[in-house]
């Protein structure tokens, strides 16, 4: 069955560095996504991706992210000056279609644990 | 906004047992509920969603709009279904999830 690949797995990174968590979504999608959840506390929304440009973003989601599509298999977030309280579990996921009443199914990424210290 | 509320952090059964993991939200209109779970070291997976009323692995799953919930339930708890289990919401023309916190269902021999 095809799968959301992403890398890295485990990435620690000083605080006020950039980083980037990198998702390879399912061949035939066109919906891409990004979640995270801090250790202890709920997924969260990131951002949704589709067409090229964001079509959702949460409040969580400010200046210092950005998603990029630069291919046309790779899915990219960037934390551009990385903060201790963005150590989190990243997930990325991608869906063929959206809206819940068309049988959309969100398939999720394994995730990126990243580590600010 | 929407919000999904997951009462129990950890359920802790006997094989066999009848398992209920609750579920309530809170939401405007009229909106679709998922169950996922995460086995260990392994990615969030989608369990069942309300609209396809199906059964997977023996859970189900009834939306109940009267009290807002949308607990999951199977009737005999196997030791492999020990996992984390959220529940989560989306709007009906939207793409977005909203989970829950989280319910860690150990299932003992």
């Known amino acids: 069955e095809p799968e959301v690949t992403q890398t890295p797995s485990h990435q620690v990174t000083q605080m006020g560095q950039e980083v980037i968590l990198r998702c390879v979504p399912i061949?035939?999608?066109?919906?891409f996504y990004w979640y995270r959840q801090i250790l202890g506390q709920k997924v969260e929304f990131l951002v949704s991706?589709?067409?090229?440009?964001?079509?959702?973003k949460s409040e969580i989601f400010d200046d210092q992210f950005s998603v990029e599509r630069p291919d046309g298999s790779n899915f990219t977030l960037k934390i551009r000056s990385t903060k201790l309280e963005d150590s989190a579990m990243y997930f990325c996921?991608?869906?063929?279609?959206?809206?819940?009443?068309?049988?959309?199914?969100?398939?999720f990424g394994e995730g990126s644990w990243l580590t600010v210290v | 906004a929407q919000r999904v509320t997951q009462p129990e952090k950890l359920l802790s059964v006997f094989k066999g047992a009848p398992v209920e993991l609750k579920c309530n939200y809170s939401?405007?209109?009229?909106?679709?509920l998922f169950w996922y779970v995460q086995y260990s070291r392994q990615r969030l997976q989608l369990l069942l969603r309300?609209?396809s009323r199906e059964s997977i692995k023996g859970f189900t799953a009834d939306l109940n709009k009267g009290e807002t919930s949308f607990h999951l339930k199977k009737p005999f708890a196997q030791e492999e279904d020990s996992a984390m289990y959220y529940c989560?919401?989306?709007?009906?023309?939207?793409?977005?999830?909203?989970f829950g916190g989280g319910t860690r269902l150990m299932v003992k021999p």
């Open positions: 939401y405007s209109g009229s909106p679709e």
């Open positions: 309300h609209i």
């Open positions: 989560a919401l989306m709007e009906n023309a939207g793409n977005m999830l909203t």
């Open positions: 996921a991608s869906s063929a279609s959206v809206g819940a009443l068309s049988g959309n199914t969100i398939y």
């Open positions: 061949s035939n999608h066109l919906y």
């Open positions: 991706f589709y067409n090229n440009e964001i079509s959702e």
